[in-house]
């Protein structure tokens, strides 16, 4: 197997940058939450609004698990590589803060639902392997409201158990990663995973959450919490190695401690310098039984999707398409299926390029996904060109202005009169100018080279852009 | 006492009413402080609706332990932190209850947080045993089977976590049953030791007290623990044990065993005997670290069980907030008492880093091995037989102020529980004028010997007829 050559990377670089990622995904696809049945669908919806006895933690009440939660969590471990236990089972980790209704978060411990996996990422220089050390199943605390925003200057909070019982799924990573870039390549890489597999939503809010672990040459580590997106992880991250870096220089000394992010500012600062000796308490819970899971995981290996680096091998071999072409097309779920889409009717390896090269940049440009460009609206585009109708410089004005206004290419071509001139209108535009500029003729015939340019400009003037540059410069030079 | 039979047959001859408002009258005048919660206007209001009920327990009233949560009734675990808490849902017992047309007239008292063997620890006050005031009800559901001796109610739901419905079915002369782990839902049942506890019917003899059991056992989806499947145990009342065989623990009449109990429960042993059963001695070797293991995984799973009683969102509050670290700790601090927190303590203590194998993991290794206890002696028995409770009800504060001896009173009822069998309590003697309990145990999920053994028993004494003077 290509996975299995891959080696470890020696334990640190020379820059000896070590970053451990734990990321609480909400399996938010589900119809309800993990312990009870109250629905998911709160994003709209006022506070406390989707609750019940169970996942308000009320005196008597008993949670139940959800099986699809557990189903989903095996299919992410086996995404991920892991190894799924024969058992799984629940534990309590016992701690008092306002956003537990219960006094204790229900989570697991030993016997997590998946173990041992890995991802393969782009890292600084080829692909690296980044450990997962497991994947454990938990509910999601409510959501803390601090009137007026900050948790300093807050009169009073309010608390939201709609979140409340939210099932998570953590994943947490060896220290495997190097760098800002890594880290977010990685994230990337498990958000796109996730897609693939249709278990999590990730343009909603919350739905991937990240704690960070760093540590510079095996120093003492710093945790920075909550990080809501890959792009602050990157930022937050950065920041971390510089402000280590910058301490160690000065002859400081690292401590272990919790840092938050201020993502509004780009800056991490000082939770709990000296961190708070947790004893959680874990202990089994035996409201929930152990879970026999070992029969599950057969039968959810044969629906598991073809993920993201299957796809990509796939695409370069029946599309012959590039490496790098392949990657972009899988790097996000939707653009692999349009792509394919659009593959089916017309030159594949045309279509990669107009799709990877050109309507990404531009959907990104306006900040769109690629439901703002129809499919078939792509496919007319690859046949214009094809059938060399209009010129690569129309066809990025014709993305542009159906993004911007709207209609289809045959539409925007007719409109803008974007049609590829034909060969007698260009040679009439030739013969026109060429008798009508005898002063750069001669220019030309006594050397000067740049006079062709100036007679090119003239004919596109007169065939209004829709000439083929190339062919117009030859036709000059034979004529002259 | 007063029996289903008459009651249904009091309503056929008036009304439901007046049957529920007599009750309700009995209990606000009851001398023994039963009662926490009197329901009085739903009581009434749910008797009117019985009327033409087809459901097997008609407008009968029915008394509830008062950790059993019931829709907009006052439900407290006898805690002050709980006081004014309503629940906005019923407890699966409570549903099942009312589907069988029951009538649910108040909560009763009990140890706070189940809590203890004497219901001397409840925030509002002890309850008296009918038979005699000077002496305690037994707990932790003492008022559940005090109320049912006084003829206050013909039925009663306590909770068994330790014994906390066999040592008051004891010490009140009623019948009393902590079914097998996962026979009755426990949603709605305020966790104090979730892996043991169970809830569990009393009433004034095994007929009643298996029709009770009938109604509220069965599956609930919402209780991952709880079986699949119905049975219908009133088949079990049967009066005949020809070819049963007892087995009797000798480990159950050990040191401290009061004697009338010791010779009350042999001689019943003997009754059966004549009546067709065969008896021989069995071994139970670990019995003698069943209190240590019990307790340890009790206070354990009961530190994190309530946890959740904070005052922020229902029971007590006080006026004025602070931080929430110290608000929380000022309301605990009010708000439980004594015995709750001597538990809470240790539990946290039992399951904190560095404690967790020396205490909690061994308790756990000992249950199996009580569990493999029951195994064994139930292998060539079809029920064992022990006294309930090694001595009969105990003075008001004579045990309080000593908690370690008033957890060996419990050394007869927690194997039981860890191993999750099956258990009833039925008078079999006096002494001193205050009942004896003798303690029928079975094989997992065959309530229906225990059932049978029970009935037979009662049928073949006078001792269910008898009922305290109360007046």
Redesign the interface.
């Known amino acids: 197997m290509r996975e299995e050559s891959l080696k470890l990377r020696p334990y640190l670089d020379e820059v000896g940058v070590m970053i451990g990622l734990e990321i609480h995904v909400q399996l938010n696809k589900l119809n309800t939450k993990i312990f009870c049945g109250c629905p998911l669908d709160y994003h709209d919806d006022g506070p406390n609004t989707h609750t019940c006895?169970v996942c308000?933690?009320?005196?008597?009440?008993?949670?139940?698990?959800n099986r699809k939660s557990v189903e989903y969590s095996i299919k992410v471990g086996l995404a991920l590589n892991c190894s799924i236990e024969e058992h799984t089972q629940f534990y309590?980790k016992?701690y008092?803060y306002?956003d537990l209704?219960?006094?204790?978060q229900i989570t697991q411990y030993d016997y997590p639902i998946a173990s041992s996996g890995y991802i393969n990422i782009e890292g600084e220089d080829g692909e690296v392997r980044v450990r997962i050390n497991r994947a454990h199943m938990e509910e999601d605390p409510g959501r803390l409201v601090h009137e007026g925003g900050s948790i300093e200057r807050s009169k009073y909070t309010l608390i939201d158990y709609n979140r409340s019982g939210v099932a998570l799924l953590e994943i947490v990573t060896e220290p495997d990663i190097r760098s800002p870039k890594e880290a977010r390549r990685f994230l990337d890489k498990l958000r796109n995973i996730l897609e693939y597999l249709d278990v999590v939503d990730t343009t909603l809010e919350g739905s991937m959450r990240v704690d960070a672990n760093i540590s510079l040459s095996g120093g003492s580590r710093s945790e920075v919490k909550n990080i809501s997106s890959h792009k602050g992880a990157e930022r937050a991250l950065l920041f971390e190695i510089v402000r280590q870096k910058n301490l160690l220089r000065r002859g400081g000394k690292v401590v272990q401690e919790t840092r938050h992010f201020d993502e509004a500012r780009g800056v991490t600062v000082s939770l709990r310098t000296k961190e708070e000796a947790h004893?959680y308490?874990y202990?089994p819970e035996?409201?929930?039984?152990s879970l026999r899971v070992a029969d599950w995981a057969p039968g959810i290996a044969k629906t598991l999707p073809e993920l993201p680096d299957a796809r990509r091998e796939r695409f370069v071999s029946q599309y012959d398409i590039t490496d790098d072409h392949a990657k972009s097309l899988t790097s996000e779920k939707k653009v692999a299926d349009f792509y394919e889409q659009v593959a089916a009717e017309v030159d594949s390896k045309l279509a990669a390029v107009w799709i990877a090269d050109v309507l990404k940049g531009e959907l990104n440009y306006r900040d769109l996904g690629i439901d703002a460009f129809a499919s078939a609206n792509m496919v007319q585009m690859v046949k214009l060109l094809a059938g060399d109708k209009i010129t690569e410089q129309s066809g990025v004005e014709v993305i542009r202005t159906i993004l911007d206004e709207g209609g289809t290419p045959d539409e925007v071509v007719a409109a803008k009169g974007l049609l590829k001139a034909g060969g007698d209108l260009v040679t009439a535009a030739v013969e026109e100018v060429i008798s009508e500029n005898p002063g750069a003729v001669a220019d030309y015939q006594n050397g000067k080279q740049e006079a062709v340019n100036f007679l090119m400009g003239q004919v596109m003037k007169k065939t209004k852009g829709r000439a083929d540059a190339k062919e117009v410069r030859k036709m000059i030079i034979q004529r002259v | 006492m007063i029996t289903v039979s008459q009651t249904l047959a009091t309503i056929q001859d008036s009304s439901a009413e007046e049957v529920v408002s007599q009750c309700i009258d009995r209990i606000e005048t009851s001398k023994f402080n039963t009662f926490i919660t009197v329901a009085k206007e739903s009581a009434l209001e749910a008797a009117k609706k019985a009327e033409g009920h087809t459901g097997p327990l008609a407008g009968v009233p029915i008394a509830i332990k008062d950790?059993?949560?019931t829709k907009g009734i006052q439900?407290t675990?006898a805690s002050r932190i709980?006081g004014g808490?309503i629940?906005?849902?019923d407890?699966h017992v409570i549903e099942r209850l009312k589907e069988a047309g029951a009538v649910i007239v108040g909560k009763v008292n009990m140890d706070e947080f189940a809590m203890g063997t004497s219901t001397e620890t409840s925030h509002y006050g002890p309850t008296l045993n009918p038979w005699n005031t000077e002496t305690v009800p037994g707990g932790s559901s003492g008022a559940s089977a005090a109320t049912v001796a006084a003829g206050e109610v013909p039925l009663a739901l306590g909770s068994d976590t330790g014994g906390s419905v066999r040592c008051p079915a004891s010490f009140c002369g009623v019948v009393g049953l902590k079914p097998t782990y996962g026979v009755i839902s426990?949603?709605?049942?305020?966790?104090y030791a979730?892996?043991l506890e169970q809830i569990g019917p009393i009433a004034s003899n095994v007929a009643d007290m298996t029709l009770l059991f009938n109604v509220i056992a069965g599956h609930d989806?919402?209780?991952?623990?709880s079986v699949p499947g119905e049975k219908e145990y009133t088949k079990a009342l049967v009066d005949d044990v020809k070819g049963l065989t007892i087995g009797v623990p000798k480990e159950y009449f050990g040191e401290g065993i009061d004697q009338a109990v010791e010779k009350s429960v042999w001689d019943g042993v003997h009754r059966l005997e004549d009546l067709g059963a065969s008896w021989q001695e069995v071994e139970m070797p670990h019995t003698k670290y069943a209190l240590a293991a019990y307790y340890v995984i009790a206070m354990?799973?009961a530190?994190?069980n309530?946890?959740?009683?904070?005052g922020?969102?229902?029971g007590l509050r006080l006026e004025k907030d602070h931080d929430?670290?110290t608000t929380?700790s000022e309301i605990r601090a009010l708000g439980f008492g004594e015995e709750v927190k001597r538990r809470i303590l240790l539990g946290?203590y039992a399951?904190?880093?560095g404690y967790?194998d020396k205490y909690?993991l061994k308790a756990l290794k000992v249950r199996t091995l009580i569990k493999q206890d029951f195994e064994r002696a139930l292998k060539s028995t079809d029920v064992l037989i022990a006294p309930t409770m090694p001595t009969p009800a105990f003075k008001l504060g004579e045990k309080i102020s000593d908690p370690l001896t008033l957890y060996m009173a419990d050394v007869n009822t927690v194997p039981v529980n860890l191993s999750g069998v099956p258990s009833i309590s039925l008078p079999c003697g006096f002494s001193n004028g205050l009942p004896i309990g003798l303690q029928i145990m079975g094989k997992h999920f065959d309530e229906e010997t225990i059932i049978r053994t029970a009935y037979t028993f009662e049928q073949n004494t006078e001792l269910h007829t008898k009922a305290p003077e109360v007046v």
Not at chain 1, 286 to 289: F, K, S
Not at chain 2, 186 to 191: D, E, F
């Open positions: 006895p308000l933690g009320l005196p008597g009440s008993l949670p139940v698990i309590r016992n008092y306002p209704p219960k006094g204790f004893d308490r202990f035996a409201d929930l039984v | 950790n059993i949560s439900t675990c709980l808490y629940p906005p849902y407890a426990r949603y709605g049942l305020i966790s979730n892996s989806p919402r209780d991952s623990t354990s799973e530190s994190s309530l946890a959740r009683f904070d922020m969102r229902y929430w670290h929380y946290t399951l904190s880093a967790m909690y």
